[in-house]
T-cell receptor, first 114, second 111 residues
Framework: EPEVTQTPSHQVTQMGQEVILRCVPI?????FYWYRQILGQKVEFLVS????????KSEIFDDQFSVERPDGSNFTLKIRSTKLEDSAMYFC????????????FGDGTRLSIL | GENVEQHPSTLSVQEGDSAVIKCTYS??????FPWYKQELGKRPQLIID?????GEKKDQRIAVTLNKTAKHFSLHITETQPEDSAVYFC??????????FGGGTRVLVKP
């Protein structure tokens, strides 16, 4: 069964540094998402991406965040200047086109900001 | 914006018994309600979903019910087995594709 893959599984970064989290969505999926989960809290939506542009973003997704689909397979989340409060598990997800289609999640990247 | 509340936060059941997890949502425009199971260190895995034009959906030992009037939906697991032990998340979706998640329920099935 095809899966969403994420790399790295764990990223440790100094505060203020830039970090890029990578995702390979399922190949025939056209919608891509990033969610995050701070330890002990709910899974929170960050951004959705379709047709090479952001289709929706939350208030968490401020100017420090950006997403990109640099080629036909990767989907990345960049945090420009990390803060301690960015420490969380970041999940990538993807879905096929269409209304109310299931979103399939990757294993996540645990981001630790020191 | 949408808010989803999930109860209980932890649930311990004896193997073979049923488990019920309940969620309420706030946005009456919500029309899609998936449930995810997350085992320790693994990805959230979709186990069942229901759309707003349906009141109940069943898949083997798992069923989900939806009450749009009351704005709540529930997950029912019958004949629980130790491998059902995990954290379960409900979610809802209104306009767009953003999922709003509940806080999760840690289910422990005791053999």
């Amino acid at each position: 069964e095809p899966e969403v893959t994420q790399t790295p599984s764990h990223q440790v970064t100094q505060m203020g540094q830039e970090v890029i989290l990578r995702c390979v969505p399922i190949s025939n999926h056209l919608y891509f998402y990033w969610y995050r989960q701070i330890l002990g809290q709910k899974v929170e939506f960050l951004v959705s991406f379709y047709n090479n542009e952001i289709s929706e973003k939350s208030e968490i997704f401020d100017d420090q965040f950006s997403v990109e689909r640099p080629d036909g397979s990767n989907f990345t989340l960049k945090i420009r200047s990390t803060k301690l409060e960015d420490s969380a598990m970041y999940f990538c997800a993807s879905s096929v086109e269409g209304l109310n289609q299931p979103q399939h999640f990757g294993d996540g990247t645990r981001l630790s900001i020191l | 914006g949408e808010n989803v509340e999930q109860h209980p936060s932890t649930l311990s059941v004896q193997e073979g018994d049923s488990a019920v997890i309940k969620c309420t949502y706030s946005d009456s425009a919500s029309n899609y309600f998936p449930w995810y199971k997350q085992e320790l260190g693994k990805r959230p895995q979709l186990i069942i979903d229901i759309r707003s034009n349906v009141g109940e959906k069943k898949d083997q030992r798992i069923a989900v019910t939806l009450n749009k009037t009351a704005k709540h939906f529930s997950l029912h697991i019958t004949e629980t087995q130790p491998e059902d032990s995990a954290v379960y998340f409900c979610a809802s979706k209104a306009a767009g594709n953003k999922l709003t998640f509940g806080g999760g329920t840690r289910v422990l099935v005791k053999p």
